[in-house]
């Protein structure tokens, strides 16, 4: 069955930099897209960007460029969001989802990033 | 700056029917913008429900559908049950850039 399961809970100071980890399994790692979606305390759903596993080729939401990277490793079926120069608006739960021609399907089960001095 | 628009609230009886609507500020939705609708329930994930305006996945209840009408992308559910109550977001593509809903919450009461 498709999984996809994230890195634990991180607390971060102002001005640090955050990287959380989504960990696929039960799929071809390189067929599908991964999107990082956040959600800050409270709040709606934010879309961040996507990668895709197979090329490595990245798009990010205009909000967050230069200050997110998405990365991964296929020798694990892992994709990396790091999030830099972390504020304290950054505090919200990280998303990966997975997507192929517009349907997305699997979530994982979120990573909470708080920022705090 | 592209906004998606959704009813922040909606109230519905148990065994009801409630359609969620979805807009873009940028004009009608089309099926070119690949409206997806996700259900959230409170300390959980979001859930996929439908993708590509009308198209249900495998899991998603036989009570949940999904539609274009009058210019938005629209989630209909017949015959509510208690365990709907939740949050429920659109998602709309942009030739690149994706823009989610701000989400309606949906009280069964």
């Known amino acids: 069955q498709v999984q996809l399961v994230q890195s634990g809970a991180e607390v971060k100071k102002p001005g640090a930099s955050v990287k959380v980890s989504c960990k696929a399994s039960?799929?071809?790692?390189?067929?599908?897209?991964m999107h990082w979606v956040r959600q800050a305390p409270g709040q709606g759903l934010e879309w961040m960007g996507w990668i895709s596993p197979n090329s490595g080729g990245t798009d990010y939401a205009q909000k967050f460029q230069g200050r997110v990277t998405l990365t991964r490793d296929t020798s694990i079926s892992t994709v990396f969001m790091e999030l830099s120069r972390l504020i304290s608006d950054d505090t919200a739960v990280y998303y990966c989802v997975r997507e192929l021609r517009e349907v997305y399907d699997y979530w994982g089960q979120g990573t909470l990033v708080t920022v705090s001095s | 700056q592209t906004v998606v628009t959704q009813e922040p609230s909606l109230t519905v009886s148990p065994g009801g029917t409630v359609t969620l609507t979805c807009a873009s500020s940028t004009g009608a939705v089309t099926s070119g913008y690949y409206p997806n609708w996700f259900q959230q329930k409170p300390g959980q994930a979001p859930r996929a429900l439908i993708y590509?305006?009308?198209n249900k996945h495998s899991w998603t209840p036989a009570r949940f559908s999904g539609s274009l009408l009058g210019g938005k992308a629209a989630l209909t559910l017949s015959g509510v049950q208690p365990e709907d109550e939740a949050d429920y977001y659109c998602l709309l593509y942009y030739g690149g850039t994706r823009v989610f809903g701000g989400g309606t919450k949906l009280t069964v009461l």
């Open positions: 590509s305006a009308s």
């Open positions: 039960g799929y071809t790692f390189t067929g599908y897209y």
